[in-house]
């Protein structure tokens, strides 16, 4: 089928009775749209995405018939089963026991976005491939991180959603496509100069939203690229540092006891107080309010 008779999920959610039980899209999430989905058994027919899909089985046994095979017979999903599904591609499915699960629907650009310092060739010519259900912990267990982000309200904020998020499209790309990837010593020495650019930055905007492409953009260097050379040079990824300067600077200003904790979660770049002191008490094994009194 022609690409320009595909739909998107937008328009797909939007002819269909069932309701996810959560839409990233309803909380700005940006790069990719999760949905979580819990359904009685029945069919369900997914037709050609432009997006492709990435199925994160939730309960520890569903049984259900893959109605695209020539001859459906019953089979069983188990808890973090995947499957891809490539865009263009339909799935029709009849769940013969109710089912939750994670759906990841990843946009076609956001694969050639991020296979431009991975693969050989024109990153516009990378395809996933469909994968049948089966086990892969490394995949399921970053769409769960992602979902238990969404259903607490990001308590890690944009940057760490976009790590996840560039983590699993990677993988996608190396494992589950026909890209062949460049070798990764290009990659073996770190640049300083692109690290020294990004703390700088950093640094200079610690209170504002930190998202890994605009750190990237300030430094004239892909995302893909910045990640690398970070973890490489720094010894932890560009989410941990923005985390531990802010969790530095937090330290410093709960000195100065007019200011309030709410006020130091804004200057310090927090998505909201709880997201401060659960941070907080994870690097310091106290909340801020406990290392405040422990000042005086």
Not at 73 to 79: A, D, G, I, N, S
Not at 204 to 214: G, V
């Amino acid at each position: 089928m022609p690409a320009s008779s595909h739909i998107s999920i937008q328009q797909f959610i939007q002819q269909v009775s069932y309701i996810p039980t959560q839409n990233s899209r309803l909380d700005g999430w940006e790069d990719i749209i999760l949905l979580k989905y819990v359904l009685e058994p029945g069919e369900v027919y997914v037709p050609e995405l432009s997006e492709h899909l990435l199925f994160v089985s939730l309960l520890p046994k569903i049984q259900y018939k893959n109605l695209n095979d020539r001859r459906p017979k019953k089979q069983t999903l188990r808890q973090g089963d995947v499957t891809i599904t490539p865009a263009g591609f339909s799935q029709h499915w009849q769940w013969l026991t109710s089912f939750s699960a994670i759906n990841l629907f990843i946009p076609k650009l956001l694969v050639a976005e991020i296979s431009k310092d991975l693969v050989k060739g024109d990153p516009e010519s990378v395809r996933l491939i469909e994968l049948k259900a089966t086990a892969v912990p490394f995949l399921s267990t970053i769409a769960i991180e992602l979902l238990s982000e969404l259903e607490a309200g990001e308590p890690f904020g944009k940057p760490y959603i976009d790590s996840l998020t560039r983590s699993l499209v990677m993988a996608l790309i190396i494992y589950y496509s026909t890209a062949k990837t460049r070798d990764q010593r290009v990659f073996s020495k770190p640049d300083n100069t692109y690290v020294r650019c990004a703390i700088d930055f950093i640094q200079d905007h610690l209170s504002e939203d930190l998202r890994l492409t605009r750190i990237a953009s300030a430094c004239g260097i892909s995302i893909n690229h910045l990640c690398t050379v970070f973890k490489q040079s720094v010894g932890q990824s560009v989410h941990q540092y923005v985390i531990q300067q802010r969790i530095e600077k937090a330290k410093v200003l709960l000195k100065n006891r007019k200011k309030s904790i709410v006020e130091i979660s804004q200057e310090t770049g927090f998505s909201n107080q709880a997201h401060f002191t659960n941070s907080f008490r994870k690097y310091c094994r106290i909340t801020p309010s406990q290392y405040r009194k422990e000042l005086e």
